[in-house]
């Protein structure tokens, strides 16, 4: 049996304010390429299709049009809601779309149906787990609040459901936060009350446990934690928990990330080799740090190949240069965020604070916020400028 697992599309993201669809249109046709070529018996999607639970239209037409082409290829999809998705408009339909080989699961009155597949060594049950929030589901689950709690619920019923149909292999979907896992800047928050993760083991004994949540593909198991991103991995055998990762970089925090899809193969006896395939870069992420000058000054050098990636610049000159992103742009056409932290500078917000709270002239307070936004404090005819604006200010209010 041979799968392809995915997660975290996250369409409708940008990328401070970069819109990322075209991208992620590229990545959907790749992988359904992939999917024909590696011969898939099926892909699995663990959440998170969605970045946000009311999509924007056009992420809501790419998704219909690259189901459809996976339908019509006849390549069965297995989609679970993650914590970005509407389990109720990502699973709107879901009947009509199961007759066509597209199986969404995202309710808990899903967890006990799974989608079954055969091959030489007999059938195979994929289930997929939804992201479950454990206020929401915990009373129907018998559980407590915690997602370790509602997770080993789900788990219980999937595999009393897999030995009522006498399944020797069974695979798990799941949109949750793994202990030990290594996180990323993108990724939300899911905790709860500090409770938010649960242990591999968490899911039992199944031969694969296809997760989502992380952007970051790596495997973890029971007290163990690899986040493998120098390379691809084969040959890794046993019950095996895998994130595949986004299939973007959604974040500077991912930069060094090789993003991927989870290649997994079963064997009759149940037994798991997974490869890495490597996704697409349309475009790397770089960060460059210094004075705007000097960095200007070494673009057509060693920093030449920022101009045809995503860029992060931390300025650090002692005073903020006039339209500094204008300028990087000039160079470095895809510049897309920028950053202050000026060499002997103030630079923790905990100092601007205090200095803050140790007066109360308003003039004072201005030049303050002239000194953090502009890298120094104002000069004699700035003070002048203020002093004359909050004067201004004051006269109009006392006549009012």
Known sequence: MRLIHTSDWHLGRTLHGESLLEHLAGFLE?????AVSQHADAVVVAGDVYDRAVPPTDAVTLLDA??????RQHIPMIITSGNHDSAVRLGFGSGLSEAAGIHLRTTTADLARPVVLS?????VGIYGIPYLLPDAVMAELGAERSHESVLAAAAELIHADAASRGFGRVVIAAHAFV????????ERDIRVGGIGDAPASVFGDACYVALGHLHGQQLVQAGVSAADG?????????????????????SFSEARHRKSVTLVDIDPAGQVATTLLPAPVPRPLREARGRIDDLLARADGDLADLAGAWVKVTLTDSVRPAAPMERLREKWPHTLALDFAPEGGRTAAEADLRALSQTSDPIEICGLFVEYAGGGPPDAAERQVL???VEAAQHAEAAA
């Open 30 to 34: 790749w992988l359904l390429a992939q």
């Open 66 to 71: 690259t189901l459809t082409k996976f339908a």
């Open 119 to 123: 091959d030489s060594g007999g059938e």
């Open 179 to 186: 202990r030990d896992g290594t996180t990323s800047e993108s």
């Open 230 to 250: 120098t390379g691809a991995v084969s040959g890794v055998s046993g019950p095996t928990a895998r994130y595949s990762g986004s299939p973007l970089a959604f």
């Open 387 to 389: 002093r004359e604006a």
